[in-house]
């Protein structure tokens, strides 16, 4: 928590909330997520220049999704030990070059810094058990494969 904590601190990109309903010419979620590569239907992503994209229906899950969201900034940013170098670009197609252990490994560390923060603020984690964090990484992410 204190590595996201100082990461805010001096986030490089820029954290956005977005609404889902266009208001005096904004940016939609969805459409900030097509022109940025995240995924129209998630409830937060990562743009290639780091910054966190966050959809303000969320309601109390922000927390957790940005929690979610900057893991991954992290992990890209300093290598995580599990990432391959893509040039000087530390996310931008990054899944496409992750092998499948990667990948679950990258979602598993995410997922699970999420839940931590779910659980300190509302006492109940979003998966009960570490079987239920992998079934659901392994539904959303078809290419992802667990290596434990």
Not at 9 to 35: C, H, P, W
Not at 80 to 95: E, M, T, V
Not at 122 to 136: I, V
């Amino acid at each position: 928590m204190r590595k996201i904590a100082d990461e805010a601190e001096s986030v490089e990109g820029i954290v956005n909330i977005v609404d889902d309903l266009t208001d005096a010419g904004l940016d939609t979620f969805e459409s900030a997520a097509r022109r940025y590569g995240g995924d129209p239907k998630a409830r937060a992503f990562l743009t290639n220049d780091g910054s966190v994209y966050l959809r303000r229906s969320s309601g109390k899950d922000i927390l957790v999704d940005f929690a979610h969201e900057m893991t991954h900034r992290i992990d890209h940013k300093e290598g995580a030990g599990i990432f391959k170098k893509i040039g000087s670009d530390w996310y931008s197609k990054s899944l496409d070059v992750l092998d499948e252990k990667q990948l679950f490994r990258s979602e598993f560390r995410a997922y699970r810094v999420g839940n931590i923060v779910a659980n300190h603020i509302d006492g109940s984690p979003r998966f009960a058990t570490r079987k239920e964090l992998f079934d659901h990484i392994l539904s959303i992410y078809t290419n992802a494969r667990n290596p434990y």
